[in-house]
């Protein structure tokens, strides 16, 4: 099994930055794929970026240029670099953790709450 926790989260005034860090354990070496994802109130989870083993990012339009994904293997922790946030980036932050050769995020987090005041 894989266990996440994320941690980052508070509230920032509009424009400013926030680091969300998630850091997994257990059976780690089965994890390909790691993703951000985020639930405001009364919305359904949204994916905000992920990122391979390898590197490779995708990003939600929304927070294109604003948000960089990240990850360090050797740490078993994955991170998103929020800056430039506003009102509407308002959410529980959920990390997601992809089982090798499956689809979609099979694992994940408790989630932490990034409130953005105006």
């Known amino acids: 099994q894989v266990q996440l926790m994320e941690s980052g989260g508070g509230l920032v005034q509009a424009g400013g930055s926030l680091r969300l860090s998630c850091t997994t354990s257990?059976?780690?070496?089965?994890?390909?794929?790691m993703a951000w994802h985020r639930q405001a109130p009364g919305m359904q989870r949204e994916l905000v970026a992920s990122?391979?083993?390898?590197?490779?990012?995708n990003y939600a339009d929304s927070v294109k240029g604003r948000f960089t994904v990240s990850r360090d293997n050797a740490k078993n922790t994955a991170y998103l670099q929020m800056n430039a946030l506003k009102p509407e980036d308002t959410a529980v932050y959920y990390c997601?953790?992809?089982?090798?050769?499956?689809?979609?995020?099979?694992?994940w987090g408790r989630g932490t709450q990034v409130t953005v005041s105006s």
């Open positions: 257990g059976s780690v070496s089965i994890i390909s794929a």
């Open positions: 990122i391979t083993t390898d590197g490779r990012t």
């Open positions: 997601g953790a992809r089982r090798i050769f499956n689809t979609g995020y099979n694992y």
